[in-house]
């Protein structure tokens, strides 16, 4: 039960990443002008890196635990 529940997660969060990659590669109108990339984007993309981090330490946790 518990690996279907981990399948179904990883396969929506896939689905979701893959569905916003259009509006994420939004480009402004004069193509002389620069990308804006502010300080929003870089606290989304530290939080998405701290977010993995504490997922990959929860899985090894877990891993450690289950070993006999």
């Known amino acids: 039960m518990k690996r ?8 929506l ?3 979701l990443l893959i569905g916003s990659i ?3 590669m939004a480009q ?3 193509p002389t002008s620069p990308t804006p990339f502010g300080f929003v ?4 993309g530290a939080g998405a890196l701290y ?3 504490k997922v ?6 877990k891993e450690q ?4």
């Open 65 to 68: 635990k289950n070993k006999p």
């Open 22 to 24: 259009g509006w994420t």
């Open 4 to 11: 279907s529940t981990d399948l179904l997660k990883i396969s």
């Open 41 to 44: 984007e870089l606290l989304i």
């Open 56 to 61: 990959y330490d929860k899985w090894k946790k």
């Open 13 to 15: 969060s896939c689905a």
């Open 51 to 53: 977010g993995g981090k």
């Open 28 to 30: 402004p109108a004069n």
